[in-house]
Nanobody, 126 residues
């Protein structure tokens, strides 16, 4: 099992930037990939971005492509989500997730992960 702790959320204005961090602990040697999801009030949890741990291959949701960047520091067992040009519709609780074993669902689906953080609130409002 991997334990995940997110940080970096907050209240910002439209157009601002934020960087989320997710620190992993525990059986981190088994990490295959990590991802970010978000859930707005009254909506389902949706995929934001993912990155493979060894090769650093990343995937993005169309809604954030060109504005968000996912990266990882394997030495620190930490994944980041740099969010630029934030919009009010980016407001949500952002969750970090880790895949530590091979499962059928792709990395763009919540079922593709077996460990989750507690979430961090991001609010974009003027």
């Amino acid at each position: 099992q991997v334990q995940l702790v997110e940080s970096g959320g907050g209240l910002v204005q439209p157009g601002d930037s934020l960087r989320l961090s997710c620190a992993a602990s525990g059986r981190t040697f088994s990490t295959l990939a990590m991802g970010w999801f978000r859930q707005a009030p009254g909506k389902e949890r949706e995929f934001v971005a993912s990155i493979t741990w060894s090769g650093g291959f990343s995937i993005y949701a169309d809604s954030v492509k060109g504005r968000f960047t996912i990266s990882r520091d394997t030495a620190k067992n930490t994944v980041y989500l740099q969010m630029n040009h934030l919009k009010p519709e980016d407001t949500a609780v952002y969750y970090c997730a880790a895949r530590t074993r091979t499962v059928e669902p792709p990395l763009t689906r919540a079922g593709g992960y077996d460990s989750w953080g507690q979430g961090t609130q991001v609010t974009v409002s003027s």
